[in-house]
């Protein structure tokens, strides 16, 4: 038989609702913390590291969950993998038939939180910053990727063991040998020996074909599963083809990012915008990329939720409205010129600083930088698992002038989860270029007209139109569109001879008969420019499993309860709703709270199952789900029910007709369970 008792509240209430985690962090800086703060809600996240006296009365109760220092991490990664599965978080695609690496399925609690993730970034990002969303088709016409370059150039470097044939992704198996090598136990390895492996594993994501092909050389790397020797590393394309149409005469791909459909896109946001920069364009949607041995589960998968933003900005002004609200936090930051001397401990200069004494390359990337921190921790990521390692210039694509990862600690190592990038103007240069159209923005003087001295391309359009007939038209067209730079560069051509211009797919002969070149003094009001871009990009299947990840604990009287503290707002169910007995005796109570709490979009899940309350709230508990109502015999005689916490496993009782309030402001973090515990009194609820 389930009983209830209720006790009086307490003045001073414990603290349960936000349990706190240890760590024993070191660093070379004095402001590295040295513990880590409660795991307190994130809706207000401190953006400067942690202090080292924080919460020094850590209790036995106390959720143990991953420590950190610049050494170690520790979870129980097994025990969160079957907790997915078996509460069908994430399970692999097409199981039945043998699955198929790197392809997942999220089951219903995995969408939860996965379409709750995307409400949130939507909510901090497209509509706290008023952005432009999109959303494009997943195939991509080859033209377009010809462009922006990823038909040429998104490869990674594959090995092959050379008896088996097994496909192994260079890197990653270089990294793998060094961490064996290091973390050996009978390692015999040098001082020397092990800050030169060190260095190497710091940096092989930057390396080449070349210097990938000397080190696995070099350090004797064999297959990890066979102990086979393995080729020479050797490029292999990423992304996954098929021809558009019946006929296959267009070919496409399933886009490797959603960017370029932005990008192809920017003339109609600009209209859209007023004609007027700056602007961001947003777009959440599926990415496709052919690994060559997927592991990490969704760490590493073919197909991948993303959400990409592209901040569209003169070159010349690189600067963010919002930038002075954030300038005076401090992130972890591990800039390039440590990590070539193998210092990763992060380093915590403000903003303001880091842009003024150029580490972070602008306010508007430093700008996004901040907000993605903020975003980490609203997602529940401590802010001591979370760096920002700053691209090293031979890893850095050419065309970028600065690149920083959002890194968080997990079990595998630090993971790359966002990626700051200022692009520049490549991608519109180079769609440009192959699409022909002018994708550049205007903006006026802002100190009035100016006189400035300008050449024109005159064609000559009868000698054109006999030379050129039906297609003089085009080639006048062409010229009379010409920009600046591409004028002085053909009138100098065509003052040596004669000289060939491209226009589509086809070649045409100008000489000084079919074009002249005239300099003038022009009124100009304002500039024609190709706008600079600065993206975030954000890999939600990542994030979902870093927040599973720091999220889950095990309760210290008994190992075998899995809890995942997930954030209220991520949380796929918000709330439980028990009847004490399955007779059926509380059904119109149950009922009636049902309907109040879906009318209120607090979704909540009624278990009727007749199992102990205890196994109840076991269930829950590995589901994430952050609070669960009791209905009980008192709920009958008062209408009270008795509202837990997750964390704390604390229960107060609660008129039942103040619980969409209480929870709205619990789910929202505007109150505290503490608070609560303040205000009702205490209950607890038992099978006898």
Known sequence: MATTTTAPCAATPATTAAPATTAAASSATPATPATATPAASPATPTPTPTSAAADATTTATTRKRATYNKDRYDVDRSALEQLMRRRFFVSQAFEIYGGVGGLYDFGPAGCGVKANLVALWRNHFVLHDSMLEVDCTNLTPKPVLDASGHTAKFSDYM???????????????????????????????????????????????????????????????????????????????????????????????????????????????????????????????????????????????????????????????????????????????????????????????????????????????????????????????????????????????????????????????????????????????????????????????????????????????KAMGMKFRAESQAVCAHLEALPQAEVLALKGAIAAGPTQVTIGSKSYTLDKDLVQFKDIQEKVTGETFVPHVIEPAFGLGRIIYCTLEHAFWTRPEDKDRGVLSLPPILAPTKVSLFPLLSTGIFSDIINVISEALTEANIPCKVDETGQSIGKRYARTDELGIPFAITVDHTSLADQTVTLRDRDSCAQIRVPAAKLVELLQGLISHKITFQVLQATYPAATVKDS
């Open 159 to 461: 090995v092959r063991d050379v008896k088996t044939g097994t496909c192994l992704r260079a890197d990653h198996l270089l990294k793998s040998h060094i961490s064996g090598l290091l973390n050996a136990t009978d390692s015999k390895l040098t001082p020397e020996k092990r800050s030169e492996l060190s260095l190497i594993l710091a940096q092989v994501d930057n390396y080449g074909q070349e210097e990938l092909k000397g080190f696995i050389r070099q350090l004797e790397v064999k297959a990890p599963e066979t102990g086979n020797d393995v080729t020479d590393p050797a490029p292999f394309n990423l992304m996954f083809g098929t021809p558009i149409g019946p006929g296959g005469e267009l070919q496409g791909f399933l886009r490797p990012e959603t960017a370029q459909g932005i990008f192809v896109n920017f003339k109609k946001l600009l209209e859209f915008n007023g004609g007027k920069l700056p602007f961001a364009a947003a777009q959440v949607g599926i990415g496709f990329r052919n690994e060559i041995s997927p592991r990490s589960g969704l760490l590493r998968a073919r197909e991948f939720p993303l959400a990409e933003i592209e901040y569209f900005v003169n070159p010349s002004n690189k600067t963010h409205s919002g930038f002075a609200g954030v300038k005076a936090m401090a992130l972890p930051l591990c800039p390039g010129v440590r990590q070539l001397k193998d210092l990763m401990e992060p380093v915590f200069p403000t903003l303001a600083e880091a842009v003024t004494e150029h580490v972070i390359g602008n306010e508007a990337l430093a700008y996004f930088m901040a907000r993605t921190f903020l975003f980490l921790t609203k997602c529940g990521i401590p802010a001591e698992h979370i760096r920002f390692r700053q691209h090293l210039k031979c890893e850095m694509a050419h065309y970028a002038a600065d690149c920083w990862d959002a890194e968080v600690r997990t079990s595998y190592g630090w993971m790359e989860v966002v990626g700051h990038a200022d692009r520049t103007c490549f991608d519109l240069t180079q769609h440009i270029e192959h699409s022909h159209q002018q994708l550049t923005a205007y903006e006026p003087f802002k100190d009035g007209v100016k006189i400035v001295p300008r050449t024109v391309a005159t064609p000559n359009k």
